[in-house]
């Protein structure tokens, strides 16, 4: 089993409210990721992190922000939560020690905005 | 940048058949190929992955195919079980690319009919 930490697993919240979304990662990885998942089950990614104080913006644009402060550490923020912003949220990481070391994921947590 | 397809979206199959999901990929700089299952409620684990010096890799019930001159890698599961009831996703990562080039397809739902 992977050692990747999503907190909380599941969250509803009224419109307007300000929101982070933890994850914690215990395998020293450098590289770190959040994917928002529609009930397609298509994975978008929203951000990414090479490191610490690193971060970037994904393929599918996302009003949420993240920061790496330290390398087991990913937080995901929302400053005002609206329903458009209901979604499953995964969080992954990965190695460096090879070109293709493979991802882990994290069981995610379930956004439900009111 | 890559593009992944994935077919079929949805496969049933009977208890004890086979299953085969297909995927295709667009950029030949890609050279690795890993595939994740996700069940309910959890996020996605990587079950079996390829790299393209290799054609074939079998792990029990389990197999992937990569077929580099037609870009296109498939998954087997033989013998299937109701435990085999999940997501199925393949994808490809390539150097280069944004977050490691990693590119997913929009997965593949499989149920394991009793």
């Known amino acids: 089993e992977a050692d990747i930490y999503q907190t909380p697993r599941y969250l509803v919240i009224g419109t307007g409210k300000k929101i982070t979304l933890e994850c914690s990662q215990t395998?020293?990885?450098?590289?770190m990721y959040w994917y928002q998942q529609d009930p397609g089950m298509e994975l978008h990614l929203i951000h990414y992190?090479?490191?610490?104080?690193?971060?970037e913006k994904g393929d599918l644009s996302s009003e949420s922000t993240v920061s790496r402060i330290r390398t087991e550490h990913f937080p995901l923020t929302l400053e005002s939560a609206r329903p458009s912003h209901t979604s499953q949220y995964l969080c992954?990481?990965?190695?460096?020690?090879?070109?293709?070391?493979?991802?882990?994921f994290g069981n995610g947590t379930r956004l439900t905005v009111t | 940048g890559e593009n992944v397809e994935q077919h079929p979206s949805t496969l049933s199959v009977q208890e004890g058949d086979s299953a085969v999901i297909k995927c295709t990929y667009s950029d030949s700089a890609s050279n690795y190929f890993p595939w994740y299952k996700q069940e309910l409620g959890k996020g996605p684990q990587l079950i079996i992955d390829?790299?393209?010096?290799?054609g074939e890799k079998k792990d029990q019930r389990i197999a992937v195919t990569l077929n580099k001159t037609a870009k296109h890698f498939s998954l087997h599961i033989t013998e299937t079980q109701p435990e085999d009831s999940a997501v199925y996703f393949c994808?490809?990562?390539?150097?280069?690319?944004?977050?490691?080039?990693?590119?997913f397809g929009k997965g593949t739902h499989l149920i394991i009919q009793p």
């Open positions: 395998m020293g990885h450098d590289k």
């Open positions: 992954a990481s990965r190695g460096t020690s090879s070109y293709n070391s493979p991802l882990h």
């Open positions: 992190s090479y490191g610490v104080n690193s971060t």
């Open positions: 994808a490809s990562l390539y150097s280069g690319g944004g977050a490691d080039g990693l590119t």
């Open positions: 390829i790299r393209s010096n290799v």
